[in-house]
């Protein structure tokens, strides 16, 4: 099976790391991957911000990018960033048939790191091991608009040692929602504040997540508030203890 791995630009930049154990995990389930280096944004900034001709041109480029390379599958770090991509056929208006017609091709091979796991390897127990207490942030793209609720907690409760405890109002925005935080950064402020607050309920000492631009907008304020808990992705996590 040959994978492709869309890294997205958060990871890309701030979080090499998490593209280098995707890549370890899947590479020991027997899958080939590769990595497109002409991949750039997927255009969500511009989307979210009302940009649709600019969101086009990124789209079309992704678009480009990804259908020449022949894999199965196309797997990324991020509900966020794979939701994008499977926004793609809607830029595009009926007379231009070929772009939409590759743009549903593209969405329709493209999943989230955890649920390529569950739903297409069928692979839970990963033989990680971490012996700490963590919670979970869920993130609100994947779980709310996509639906991906159950392969990140299948996944962590195969990992041995990790005690998973609940967070209370987990599925609340973090603040960071893209451009949200740019525009409005003072509601932004409050709302990780509110996070924070209940991830120090408890008492964990990791805070595990699927996407890394809300780990980075709550490892940051965590940073800022002096609180000493770990900020992990969940690739990170079920990469522990394999090597």
């Not at 593209?106 to 127990?125: C, H, I, N, P, R």
């Not at 699927?210 to 609180?227: E, P, T, V, W």
Request: charged share 25%.
């Amino acid at each position: 099976m040959k994978v492709s791995l869309f890294i997205t630009c958060l990871a890309d930049v701030f979080y090499p790391e998490v593209g280098k154990d995707v890549v370890e995990i899947l590479e020991d389930l027997g899958c080939e991957v590769d990595f497109p280096k002409n991949q750039t944004c997927c255009g969500q900034p511009a989307y979210n911000s009302g940009y649709l001709k600019e969101t086009k041109t990124a789209a079309k480029h992704m678009i480009e990018t990804f259908s020449n390379i022949e894999s199965d599958y196309i797997v990324a770090p991020s509900g966020s960033c794979v939701l994008m991509v499977h926004e793609f056929p809607t830029l595009f208006a009926e007379d231009e048939v070929e772009w939409k017609k590759k743009a549903e091709g593209l969405a329709s091979k493209t999943y989230e790191f955890t649920q390529f796991l569950v739903e297409v390897l069928g692979k839970e127990d990963l033989g990680a091991e971490l012996h700490k207490k963590a919670t979970v942030h869920t993130s609100c793209h994947m779980s709310r608009i996509m639906g991906i609720k159950e392969p990140p907690q299948k996944l962590l409760k195969c990992v041995k040692g990790l005690e998973v405890v609940p967070l209370s109002h987990n599925y609340d925005c973090c603040g960071f929602g893209g451009t949200f935080s740019v525009k409005m950064p003072e509601i932004s402020e409050q709302m990780v504040d509110e996070k924070v607050e209940h991830i120090m309920e408890t008492e964990a000492d990791i805070l595990i997540g699927m996407d890394c631009s809300c780990l980075m907008n709550i490892k940051g304020r965590l940073h800022r508030k002096g609180y000493p808990v770990e900020v992990k992705h969940i690739a990170q996590v079920l990469n522990e203890g394999r090597k």
